[in-house]
């Protein structure tokens, strides 16, 4: 079976070599790849958290991957099975410089890998419906490519959950009925509401990334949270809308084998082709063109 990876890091970010070897990981671009490669994994969708350079236009640039090495946006140089969604610092942007960091941003969704806008709600104190947000919705309807939003607990003590609750997407989305978003995180430990405006918004995906940390065992994962995953596939199964869940790894932070070993015990067997692979395509259709 093919898989996509809707929601992973590719960054040399303060850290993630530490998280990575808790993973039994190297924090390497050919580390993680020869691990793709051993597990079926065709694309990976990263969540930029490097710098993406200097400005043009007076605004604030968005987050891109760089483990690969410095990142070029003209000439892509992270890699053709890596692509990516240009993360936004909220709490930088201002309602003078907003429209200029949109035109940053359409530079980036101008290339073929730029597949997506990552929101860090909750690590920054700005709601999704934030009037700053604005300018980066109508560039996602322009380039039909999905906003995905950090939902659910936050790393660390300096983020807000607030921000991150997934009940603050539903205005949003029922806002901008041409724009696709996700939930990241499946809103954990917010499920129940994460998986309900999901369903309510056609055009809200989830994603199932980062629910487990380290490199346990998919067995021992999921003998220890046995309770977890028995309410995770309810209410999945309780919405009957597995064509809007997408896998997803939150890489460096879980083992990418027992991850997939987890996730194929708890999704039906009979969806597994939907969301370990096609609602992906579904919702980053630049994606398709990459494959």
């Keep these: 079976m093919k898989i996509i990876d809707a929601h992973m890091h590719f960054a040399r970010f303060p850290g993630f070599d530490e998280v990575a070897q808790h993973a039994g990981h190297e924090n390497t671009a050919a ?32 987050q891109v991957p760089d483990l690969a090495g ?19 610092q909220s709490e930088e942007l201002t309602l003078e410089n907003c ?4 035109k940053e941003m359409e530079r980036f969704l101008k290339t073929p890998q730029c597949v997506g806008i990552k929101v860090y709600t909750g690590y920054n104190r700005v709601y999704a419906k934030d009037p700053r947000h604005e300018p980066f919705y109508a560039l996602a309807e322009k380039f039909d490519v999905p906003v995905c939003f950090h939902m659910g607990e936050t790393a660390g003590g300096h983020g807000l959950l607030k921000y991150a609750h997934p009940l603050t997407l ?4 029922a806002s901008h009925p041409r724009v696709r978003f996700v939930i990241a995180h499946v809103g954990s430990p917010w499920i129940l509401d994460a998986v309900e405006v999901m369903a309510k918004n056609e055009n809200v995906y989830i994603d199932i990334s980062g629910l487990l940390v380290g490199c346990a065992s998919g067995e021992e994962y ?51 082709e939907d969301v370990f692979y096609n609602n992906a395509l579904r919702c980053y259709k630049k994606i398709e063109g990459l494959l």
């Design 70 to 88: 410095p990142f070029d946006r003209l000439h892509y140089n992270q890699g053709k099975e890596i692509c990516y969604c240009a993360g936004i």
């Design 170 to 173: 539903d205005e949003v989305a």
């Design 222 to 272: 999921l003998k220890k949270q046995q309770a977890y995953f028995a309410y995770l596939r309810m209410w999945l199964d309780y919405a009957e809308r597995y064509d809007k869940v997408m896998y997803g790894t939150d890489w460096p932070l879980i083992n990418v084998k027992s991850y997939l070993d987890v996730m194929k015990a708890v999704i039906p067997a009979e969806r597994h």
């Design 31 to 62: 580390h993680y790849l020869a691990a793709c490669h051993e597990n079926g994994i065709v694309m990976s969708v990263v969540m930029g958290n490097a710098s993406g350079g200097e400005p043009q236009f007076g605004g604030v640039v968005p």
């Design 99 to 102: 429209e200029a960091s949109a």
